[in-house]
């Protein structure tokens, strides 16, 4: 630090003075709330003899789910095909390499924001021929409320426990010296929602033995987050 730095009044100080003792806090928020998204995972696979009549029956069934997906009109806010293979099965036995078979493999995430649309769905893909689903996964938009009021309460936490400090040394806090966010997180879920999300038909063609709705219940989600502050105090009286 120069000559000119150090008479500089402004100039910063890393620790607090008997002038202006600093205090410094964490504060934190756990908030609880319901999901806004529900995705699924489908993977649509398919057997032949031949390259082609697998890629067909690939095809066909593709087509089926991602009609059955669409049929859900605005519920669905996103209908993504993540990846597509088609792989030859090798004999095990004889001289020379001979296809035994083929398999293809189509994989599909489709994300619902209407969760009354949820079980019935699930129930119609996982009733589906050589159909895979995996989910439902809940979970929070990037932009959700809840972070934001996270943030916010654990900003008023820290105000609140610095002001408590200062108090209990019969003085208040006079200005705001950092404040540091130290992550914001959605933490696995831990509890279901009271309600239960219950299905509601959609347009499909459905026989009249088809499987029974499954009576999904959105899990409740833990979003936390955390902030370091440092204030400065007026001087107390010891």
């Not at 000559?3 to 009044?9: F, I, L, R, T, V």
């Not at 089926?64 to 095990?92: H, M, N, Q, W, Y």
């Not at 914001?184 to 509890?191: D, G, I």
């Not at 509601?200 to 409740?220: F, G, K, N, Q, S």
Request: aromatic content about 4%; charged content about 30%; overall charge negative.
């Amino acid at each position: 630090m120069t000559a000119s730095e150090s008479d500089d009044p402004r100039a910063f100080v890393p620790y607090g003075t008997p002038d202006a003792p600093r205090v410094a806090v964490r504060g934190e928020a756990h908030l609880e709330v319901d999901p806004e998204i529900a995705r699924l995972g489908i993977t649509v696979t398919a057997r032949g003899r031949d390259r082609r009549s697998a890629l067909d029956d690939l095809t066909r069934r593709n087509t089926t789910v991602l009609d059955l997906v669409k049929s859900c009109g605005e519920a669905v806010e996103r209908l993504e095909t993540g990846a597509f293979s088609i792989t030859p099965e090798l004999t095990r036995h004889g001289r020379g390499e001979r296809v035994r078979t083929y398999h293809g493999a189509v994989r599909i995430t489709a994300e619902l924001t209407d969760f009354t649309l949820l079980g019935e769905l699930t129930t119609h893909l996982a009733d589906l021929d050589l159909t895979h689903v995996d989910g439902p996964r809940w979970d929070l938009r990037p932009d959700s409320p809840a972070h934001r009021e996270a943030r916010r309460q654990a900003v008023r936490e820290a105000v609140q426990r610095a002001r408590e400090y200062a108090e209990a040394l019969g003085t208040t806090l006079a200005a705001l010296v950092e404040l540091a966010d130290i992550g914001a997180e959605v933490s696995s879920p831990h509890q279901a929602a009271p309600g239960r999300m219950r299905s509601a038909a959609y347009a499909v063609a459905a026989e009249t033995d088809a499987a029974a709705p499954l009576d999904l219940e959105p899990e409740r989600q833990h979003v936390y987050a955390a902030v370091h502050a440092r204030f400065t105090m007026n001087p107390p009286a010891l």
